[in-house]
C-alpha cells in the first residue's frame, strides 16, 4: 500500500499513538499529481529502510504488514530483516474480508475527499473508463435541458436520462389568497452545489441562493441565476440577506456552510435565524444518491464540479419542506440564534435519520486539505443593494 493512504489513515483515523514514523512505497508524481504508479525496485527498498530506521529510534520499535499480493516479495525484501514483528495475510483471511458496516467503525467517518462514490475494483474501474466518454457527453446534454427550457419540461427529459428528483410530502403553505409567499427564507442541509436549484424547482419557481464560495464556471451555469456570494462576514452578510428578504424574495441558505457527503451535519451558523422575523424559517431536508461520481471537492478543480455531477449515469435528489420554526423570538431578544440554529439542525437530522455534529466548515478543511477553506471575499454585487 502507498504510502500516502496509511499515514493518513494510521495517524488522523486510527491514531495509533505508537507510529511514529510510516515506512511505506511511494507513489509517482507528475505537475503535482498522482499518477497511481507505484516507485519500484531497489531504490525503494533503500528509501524505506531509512525512513523505518530514522523513524522508528531501534528494530525493536518497527513492524511490518503485507496484505497485497507482493507478500513474498515484501518478505523476500531487506526490510522486512529490519522488522521485529512481521503480520502478513493468508489468503485464507482475505478471503473472508467484507467491507465493514458503518456501525463498526472504530471512529465516525465524517469528512473524505476525491471522485468516485464506488469502490473501485479492477471492474468497476474499467467500467468507469468506458462510460467517461458517454458521461461528458452527457453532462453538457444535461446542462443545457436544464438552462435551455422551464423546470416542467426540463426535469421531465432529463428524467429519462437518468437524473430524477423525488418530493417527500407537501410544499409549504404559501402565503394569504394562494399568491406564492413572498420573502421566504429556506435553510436545507448542504449535499452538493445544486442544493439550491432542486429547492427552485421543487417549488416551482426562482429563488435566490446565498453562498460563502463557489467557483465562476459554477455560478455562470447556475440556472437558477447568479448567487449571492457572502463575504465572512456577520454584518454585511446579514444586510445582504435581509435586503433580498425585504425585497420580496425568496432565499436558500445553507447554514452547514461547506458540503457533507456522510449522514452528518455539520453546526449550523446561526445568523439565518436571526433573519426569519415574524414568518420564520423553513427547513428543507435534502438527500441524494449519486452512482459514480461526486460533485464536490474540498481540494480538486471546484470549477468541474457540475460536470462531475451531471456525468453520473444516475442520480437522484429528495427534497422534503419541514414545519416552518418560529424565530419571532430571536429578534425580541427572548431566544439565543444558536438555539433556533440547533433546532432546525435538530429537525433536518430527525428527517433524514442523519447524526448532528458540532464539527464546521474549518474542521473540514483543516482535515482534508491543511487550511481553514477560507477565500477572498467577492464585491457586492449591485442587483442586491
Known amino acids: 500500500m502507498p504510502r500516502v493512504m496509511v499515514e493518513p489513515l494510521l495517524r488522523e483515523y486510527l491514531q495509533v499513538p505508537a507510529a511514529a514514523a510510516v515506512a511505506a512505497r511511494e507513489m509517482k508524481t507528475a505537475w503535482g499529481l498522482y499518477t497511481g504508479l507505484m516507485e519500484c525496485g531497489e531504490a525503494t527498498s533503500s528509501v524505506l529502510r531509512k525512513n523505518a530506521a530514522d523513524g522508528g529510534g531501534g528494530d525493536d520499535d518497527v513492524v511490518g504488514f503485507s496484505a497485497g499480493s507482493s507478500s513474498m516479495e515484501f518478505l523476500r525484501s531487506p526490510l522486512a530483516s529490519i522488522c521485529k514483528e512481521l503480520y502478513v495475510a493468508s489468503p485464507e483471511e482475505k478471503s473472508k474480508w467484507r467491507r465493514l458496516r458503518r456501525r463498526d467503525y472504530p471512529r465516525p467517518l465524517v469528512f473524505h475527499n476525491g471522485r468516485l462514490a464506488f469502490l473501485p475494483t479492477p471492474l468497476a474501474a474499467v467500467a468507469m473508463f468506458m462510460w467517461l466518454p458517454l458521461g461528458a457527453a452527457l453532462s453538457v446534454a444535461r446542462l443545457a435541458v436544464a438552462m435551455a427550457l422551464p423546470y416542467r419540461y426540463a426535469t421531465a427529459l432529463l428524467a429519462a436520462t437518468g437524473q430524477s428528483w423525488r418530493l417527500h410530502g407537501a410544499l409549504p403553505p404559501t402565503a394569504s389568497g394562494g399568491a406564492a409567499a413572498a420573502g421566504e427564507l429556506y435553510a436545507c442541509n448542504h449535499r452538493t452545489l445544486i442544493d439550491p436549484v432542486y429547492v427552485s424547482i421543487a417549488l416551482d419557481r426562482r429563488v435566490r441562493a446565498v453562498s460563502y464560495s463557489l467557483s ?8 437558477i441565476g447568479r448567487t449571492v456570494h457572502l463575504a465572512r462576514d456577520r454584518a454585511r452578510d446579514g444586510a ?4 433580498l428578504l425585504g425585497r420580496g424574495d425568496s432565499v436558500v441558505v445553507c447554514p452547514e456552510g461547506t458540503t457533507c457527503r456522510e449522514p452528518y451535519l455539520l453546526r449550523f451558523s446561526p445568523l439565518f435565524a436571526e433573519l ?3 414568518r420564520g424559517v423553513v427547513p428543507v431536508a435534502l438527500a441524494f444518491e449519486n452512482s459514480m461520481f461526486y460533485g464536490t471537492t474540498a481540494s480538486g478543480w471546484k470549477g468541474v ?3 462531475y455531477y451531471l456525468a453520473n449515469p444516475r442520480m437522484c435528489y429528495t427534497v422534503e419542506f419541514l414545519d ?3 424565530t419571532a423570538a430571536v429578534g425580541e431578544g427572548k431566544a439565543a440564534s444558536t438555539d433556533v440554529a440547533n433546532r432546525v439542525q435538530r429537525h433536518i437530522a430527525a428527517a433524514l435519520g442523519y447524526e448532528c455534529t458540532m464539527l464546521t466548515r474549518k474542521d473540514k478543511y483543516l482535515m482534508l486539505v491543511g487550511n481553514d477553506g477560507a477565500v477572498a471575499a467577492a464585491p457586492p454585487r449591485r442587483q442586491v443593494r
Not at 216 to 223: E, I, K, M, Y
Not at 240 to 243: H, K, L, Q, S, V
Request: zero cysteines.
Open 240 to 243: 445582504a440577506m435581509a435586503r
Open 324 to 326: 416552518r420554526v418560529d
Open 216 to 223: 465562476r464556471v459554477s455560478d455562470v451555469l447556475s440556472p
Open 276 to 278: 426569519g422575523g415574524e
Open 305 to 307: 464540479d457540475p460536470f
